[in-house]
């Protein structure tokens, strides 16, 4: 059982940034022979993906909407997977989860490839 928690959500303004945090819960696996997705899913909209990265981070994908704006990274020594957000716009606005899989890290990031799911991070971008 893969076990993860998010962090690092909070209230930002538009153009600020943030950076969310992947880690396990300290029981179970480890998440470093996993693919790990960022997901977010914003009031009465879609679970939407975001971005994906592969075991041994040499492979990553992001969604349309936020490339070239978000970073994802991870550091297996110390068992964290990381999205940094940069230039924040309010349609960012959403829970944003991070979620792990054995399967690929693809260019379309599925949620029904998933298997392990976090219980989310609120991430506001509001004046």
């Known amino acids: 059982q893969l076990q993860l928690v998010e962090s690092g959500g909070g209230l930002v303004q538009p153009g600020g940034s943030l950076r969310l945090s992947c880690a396990t819960s300290?029981?179970?696996?480890?998440?470093?022979?996993?693919?790990i997705g960022w997901f977010r899913q914003a009031p009465g909209k879609e679970r939407e993906g975001v971005s994906c990265?592969?075991?041994?981070?040499?492979?990553?994908n992001y969604a349309d909407s936020v490339k070239d704006r978000f970073t994802i990274s991870r550091d297996n020594s110390k068992d964290t997977v990381y999205l940094q957000m940069n230039s924040l716009k309010p349609e960012d606005t959403a829970v944003y989860y991070c979620?792990?899989?054995?399967?690929?890290?693809?260019?379309?990031?599925?949620?029904?490839?998933?298997?392990?799911w976090g219980q989310g991070t609120q991430v506001t971008v509001s004046s």
């Open positions: 300290g029981f179970g696996r480890t998440l470093a022979t996993y693919t």
């Open positions: 990265i592969s075991a041994s981070g040499g492979l990553v």
């Open positions: 979620a792990g899989t054995m399967d690929y890290c693809t260019p379309y990031v599925s949620s029904s490839e998933y298997d392990y």
